[in-house]
């Protein structure tokens, strides 16, 4: 089965997202200076292949914590859905 | 001592650390493309800086499962010496050969320019041959060099004179004022446990040819070499 992962790599709450801290900034030159606490991330998508929905959850949480994220500094969170 | 100097897709001061290394330092080196398995009876690996396959994804996230790897890794685990300058330094981070990470720069601007660094480690042969409390000019060129691990982490370095260089004022004093990129406690080298493996965000490859008008880094790199062959 194929299924389809979409997953968020976040800066660790604790740090400086200096991104976000920009573009909060900018909201308020924007005139939206009720938009607060940017924080920007990435998000990835990739389909995988595995037998049933736990297998591909282990194997996207296996990518994530190898490559796609540093949990030194970054989280990560995926939703997986069967692929039409 | 043979020096091998790895070369990623996007590595750019492998030539700059070459001459250092050969012309300026008169040791035999030679280059190791990423491609490669064999590190061809090097005793001293160096992972130069550049933006190592673009930086896609982080900073040397990518470079860290180049196939050399894993014998650079092979290397370190039995003792044998790995320099990371830079991009190499986010690279052996990533690979788990170093403590902690680099962040973003807290200023949100890739910095380019001359900064002080004062030796802190004793024990670490990069900086123990050096002289204490005096600032060493070396420049910096990157916009990821926030060094960041957490407070146990941070701990440990400190315990096991694991930190190699604090940024600081030219006349030596650590200040947080010359913290160019909010790294914790203006660290701007570590080594691991092993005093094998070290990492800088500095550049002594940049500031060892006389022509350049500053020799800084050619005593940091003197002086590891002193202890090399003693």
Same mark, same amino acid.
């Given at each position: 089965?194929?299924?389809?992962?979409?997953?968020?790599?976040?800066?660790?709450?604790?740090?400086?997202?200096?991104?976000?801290?920009?573009?909060?900034?900018?909201?308020?030159?924007?005139?939206?200076?009720?938009?607060? +606490?940017?924080?920007?991330?990435?998000?990835?998508?990739?389909?995988v292949?595995?037998?049933?929905e736990?297998?591909?959850?282990?194997?996207?949480?296996?990518?994530?914590?190898?490559l796609?994220c540093?949990?030194i500094?970054?989280?990560? +969170?995926f939703?997986?859905?069967?692929?039409? | 001592?043979?020096?091998?100097?790895?070369?990623?897709?996007?590595?750019?001061? $492998? %030539?700059?650390?070459?001459?250092?290394?050969q012309?300026?330092?008169?040791?035999?080196?030679?280059?190791?493309?990423?491609?490669? /398995?064999?590190?061809?009876?090097?005793?001293?690996?160096?992972?130069?800086?550049?933006f190592?396959? *673009?930086?896609?994804?982080?900073?040397?996230a990518?470079?860290?499962?180049?196939? =050399?790897?894993?014998?650079?890794?092979?290397?370190?685990?039995? *003792?044998?010496?790995?320099?990371? =300058?830079?991009? @190499?330094?986010?690279i052996?981070? #990533?690979?788990?050969?170093?403590?902690?990470?680099?962040?973003?720069?807290?200023?949100?601007?890739f910095i380019?320019?001359?900064?002080?660094?004062?030796?802190?480690s004793? /024990?670490?042969?990069i900086?123990?041959?050096?002289?204490? @409390?005096?600032?060493?000019?070396?420049?910096?060129?990157?916009?990821?060099?926030?060094?960041?691990?957490? #407070? *146990? /982490?941070?701990?440990?370095?400190?315990?096991n004179?694991?930190?190699?260089?604090?940024?600081?004022? %030219? $006349?030596?004093?650590? /200040?947080e004022?010359?913290?160019?990129? @909010?790294s914790?406690?203006?660290?701007?080298?570590?080594?691991? =446990? *092993?005093k094998n493996?070290?990492g800088?965000?500095?550049h002594p490859?940049?500031?060892a040819?006389y022509l350049?008008n500053?020799? $800084?880094?050619?005593e940091?790199?003197?002086?590891?070499?002193?202890? =090399?062959?003693?």
């Amino acid at each position: 089965m194929k299924f389809k992962a979409e997953i968020d790599v976040m800066p660790l709450a604790a740090l400086l997202d200096p991104q976000g801290k920009a573009v909060t900034n900018s909201m308020k030159s924007l005139g939206l200076g009720e938009i607060d +606490s940017v924080r920007i991330g990435k998000h990835i998508s990739l389909m995988v292949e595995a037998a049933n929905e736990s297998e591909a959850k282990s194997k996207v949480d296996e990518a994530c914590k190898k490559l796609l994220c540093n949990q030194i500094m970054e989280g990560y +969170s995926f939703k997986l859905s069967a692929a039409k | 001592m043979k020096f091998g100097v790895v070369v990623f897709p996007g590595s750019n001061c $492998d %030539e700059d650390i070459v001459h250092t290394l050969q012309n300026i330092l008169g040791q035999e080196v030679q280059k190791l493309w990423h491609k490669e /398995t064999d590190l061809k009876g090097s005793d001293f690996v160096v992972i130069p800086g550049g933006f190592s396959y *673009g930086d896609y994804l982080r900073s040397g996230a990518i470079a860290r499962f180049s196939p =050399i790897m894993d014998s650079v890794i092979a290397h370190a685990n039995k *003792g044998g010496y790995v320099m990371g =300058i830079c991009n @190499g330094f986010q690279i052996l981070c #990533e690979a788990g050969l170093l403590p902690g990470a680099l962040l973003h720069n807290n200023t949100r601007k890739f910095i380019c320019k001359n900064t002080f660094i004062t030796p802190q480690s004793h /024990t670490c042969m990069i900086s123990s041959n050096l002289e204490f @409390g005096r600032g060493y000019q070396i420049p910096i060129a990157h916009g990821e060099g926030n060094y960041y691990a957490n #407070e *146990g /982490t941070i701990k440990s370095l400190n315990d096991n004179d694991q930190v190699i260089f604090r940024y600081c004022q %030219e $006349d030596g004093q650590i /200040t947080e004022s010359v913290n160019p990129n @909010g790294s914790v406690q203006n660290i701007a080298g570590v080594c691991n =446990i *092993g005093k094998n493996v070290f990492g800088m965000m500095p550049h002594p490859e940049r500031a060892a040819d006389y022509l350049l008008n500053n020799t $800084d880094g050619k005593e940091l790199f003197e002086g590891a070499l002193e202890l =090399i062959k003693a």
